[in-house]
C-alpha cells in the first residue's frame, strides 16, 4: 500500500529504545492486531472499541502511524474478502448455469434475480457501512494522537487525511469485488 507523507513510520526511533520498550511495542501491537480482528469479526464490544484506542494511541507514540494503518487497511480487505465479497457472489451461485446455457428457457424469472441482487446488495452495503465505522474510529484515534504533534510543531490537514482514506478503502472494496467477480454473474444479470 502506498505510504503518504503524513503518515509516517519512524523505524529509527526503535534504536534509542531500551528492551522493555521494544517489548512493550510488541506487546502493544499484538494486542491492537487481536483488538482489530475482535472488531471485524463482530465482537465489537463497547469497551474493546476503547481499547483498540488505546492500542493505537500507544504506538502512534512511537511513531508507527503507517503501520497501524496497513495492518489495519489489510485486515479489512481480508475481512471484506471473506465476509463481505464471497457472500454477496455467493447469492449468485443458484444462476451459474444460465449462462452455460446461453437460453430462452430460463429457470429463473427476471423478477427472481431482481430480488436476490437487492437482496446481495443490501448486506453488502451493511457490511461495508460496518468496516467504514471501524474505519472512523481508527481515523479518530489517529487525530487524537496527532495533537501532541501538532503542538511539536507538526502540521498536517485532517479532513484530506480522512477523504484519502476512505477513497483508499473504497478502491480496496471494488478491487476485492471486481477481483472476485464470478464468470457467471454478466451472464446472470443480462441475460
Known amino acids: ?26 506487546n502493544t501491537y499484538a494486542q491492537f492486531s487481536a483488538a482489530t480482528q475482535a472488531l471485524l469479526n463482530g ?7 476503547s481499547e483498540f484506542v488505546a492500542h493505537v494511541q500507544s504506538l502512534c507514540k512511537h511513531g508507527l502511524e503507517s ?25 449468485f451461485d443458484a444462476y451459474e448455469n444460465i449462462a452455460i446455457l446461453n437460453t430462452s428457457n430460463l429457470p429463473h424469472s427476471e423478477e427472481e434475480v431482481r430480488e ?20 472512523s474510529i481508527l481515523v479518530h484515534a489517529l487525530q487524537s494522537s ?18 484519502r482514506l476512505f477513497a483508499k478503502y ?3 472494496v471494488s478491487s476485492v469485488l471486481m477481483a472476485t467477480l464470478p464468470r457467471h454473474f454478466p451472464g446472470t444479470i443480462f441475460h
Open 43 to 49: 465482537i465489537g464490544r463497547l469497551s474493546l472499541r
Open 170 to 172: 473504497q478502491l480496496l
Open 67 to 91: 503501520l497501524i494503518l496497513n495492518h489495519f487497511l489489510r485486515s479489512l480487505q481480508e475481512n471484506f474478502e471473506i465476509n463481505g465479497a464471497s457472500e454477496f457472489w455467493r447469492h
Open 116 to 135: 436476490v441482487l437487492c437482496k446481495a446488495l443490501e448486506e453488502i452495503s451493511s457490511k461495508k457501512k460496518c468496516q467504514e465505522e471501524f474505519l
Open 146 to 163: 496527532r495533537y501532541d504533534l501538532m503542538e511539536k510543531g507538526r502540521q498536517y490537514d485532517s479532513e484530506t487525511e480522512v477523504v
Open 1 to 26: 500500500m502506498e505510504e503518504s507523507t503524513s503518515f509516517f513510520c519512524n523505524l529509527g526511533v526503535l534504536d534509542s529504545l531500551s528492551d522493555d520498550g521494544v517489548q512493550e511495542i510488541l
